[in-house]
């Protein structure tokens, strides 16, 4: 396994690359067309809460809608605070730390 | 905004998730050991993949006696969806030299991307530098403690430290409603993504929905909406 792992690393770290540079270098070379700025603009909209949901009300896999799924109440504290408008920083940590104590009291 | 000041933002926007990242920098590490890899290659692979997930789902693997080819087509498949993000931050990067983004573009991650384009889009460029330099250092600070302690906190989700990712991409998808459309934008990927969650494995839902959602949109969307 020995002289195969530095192997991996290399294929995982090319195979990285090329999910990353491609489109970087490409597109940050001339103006873009007005449709493909608003197909870019619109990319997070889609992006962010993909990747949040699925996190918030999976469980391995499974749908995980209870009120004994800690997540679910961290995610009603980030609703909230977020619709206030308030700070970033102190939003997750209030999430972070309701979920811990949902946790420890289940 | 001044490169520097733009720079340190970008650093200061970030802290919000260098704690999780840190601690799972940690896990990380103590389990690439476990694994049988050494410090050097822990620390090797975190600088030159960086991509927490497809690490998380390697080291398991290696410790296996997985195919290298099974290993590397897994990493590419979860990081498909850089794709996405290094489409909607390159126009940030127009006049730079091309080696610049040749590197920067090494430096993309789901928590800088979240970060940078919720804040601006296109982001600032010096700004997604800064949250990038924020995050990779403490990734790769979490991952050395990890390697020579092992892993610090045995179950980081009992701290909730876990919830930190969703709980930043979910107050900013909220930051980004503006309009109807916006709101229409986000529910519609909230639920195909979950949907998609449930039947296909790995991170196809984010590469579907991003894909599919941004470009119905900017078929159906009025062109003065950009």
Redo the contacts between chains.
């Keep these: 396994m020995r002289s195969d792992v530095w192997i991996v690393i290399g294929g995982m770290a090319l195979a990285t690359y090329l999910t990353r540079a491609p489109l970087m270098l490409i597109l940050a070379r001339r103006p873009l067309p007005h449709r493909l700025r608003l197909w870019l603009r619109l990319i997070p909209l889609a992006v962010l809460p993909a990747l949040a949901v699925p996190l918030i009300v999976l469980d391995h896999g499974r749908l995980a809608v209870s009120t004994t799924h800690p997540p679910l109440w961290g995610a009603a504290v980030v609703l909230v605070l977020a619709a206030c408008r308030v700070n970033l920083l102190v939003t997750v940590a209030v999430a972070v730390g309701v979920v811990a104590l949902v946790r420890a009291l289940g | 905004m001044s490169a520097p000041r733009a720079l340190r933002d970008g650093v200061v926007?970030s802290?919000?998730?260098a704690p999780?990242v840190f601690v799972y920098g940690t896990v990380f590490g103590g389990l690439a050991v476990q694994a049988?890899?050494r410090t050097i290659?822990t620390l090797?692979?975190s600088l030159?993949?960086?991509?927490g997930a497809?690490?998380f789902a390697?080291v398991p693997m290696?410790g296996a006696?997985a195919s290298?080819?099974t290993?590397?087509?897994t990493?590419?498949v979860i990081?498909?969806?850089?794709?996405?993000?290094?489409?909607?931050?390159?126009?940030?990067?127009?006049g730079?030299p091309?080696r610049w983004?040749?590197l920067?573009?090494?430096g993309?991650n789901?928590e800088s991307?979240?970060i940078a384009?919720?804040r601006r889009?296109?982001p600032d460029p010096w700004f997604f530098i800064g949250s990038v330099l924020a995050v990779c250092g403490s990734f790769v600070a979490g991952v050395l403690v990890g390697t020579l302690l092992g892993g610090l906190v045995a179950d980081p989700?009992?701290?909730?430290?876990d919830?930190?990712?969703?709980?930043?991409?979910?107050?900013?998808?909220?930051?980004?409603l503006h309009s109807r459309a916006?709101w229409l934008?986000?529910?519609v990927?909230?639920v195909?993504?979950?949907g998609i969650?449930?039947v296909l494995?790995g991170n196809w839902?984010?590469v579907i929905?991003?894909v599919?959602?941004?470009?119905v949109?900017?078929l159906v969307?009025d062109?003065d909406?950009?």
């Design positions: 926007a802290l919000v998730v999780s049988g890899l290659e090797g692979m030159l993949v960086f991509a497809a690490q390697a290696l006696g290298s080819l290993i590397v087509l990493t590419y990081n498909m969806r850089h794709y996405l993000m290094a489409a909607t931050l390159a126009p940030a990067f127009r730079f091309r983004v040749a920067v573009a090494h993309i789901d991307f979240a384009v919720a889009n296109p989700a009992r701290w909730g430290l919830f930190a990712f969703p709980a930043v991409f979910l107050a900013l998808a909220v930051s980004q916006d934008a986000a529910l990927s909230a195909l993504a979950l969650a449930l494995p839902h984010i929905t991003g599919g959602v941004s470009t949109g900017a969307l062109r909406a950009a």
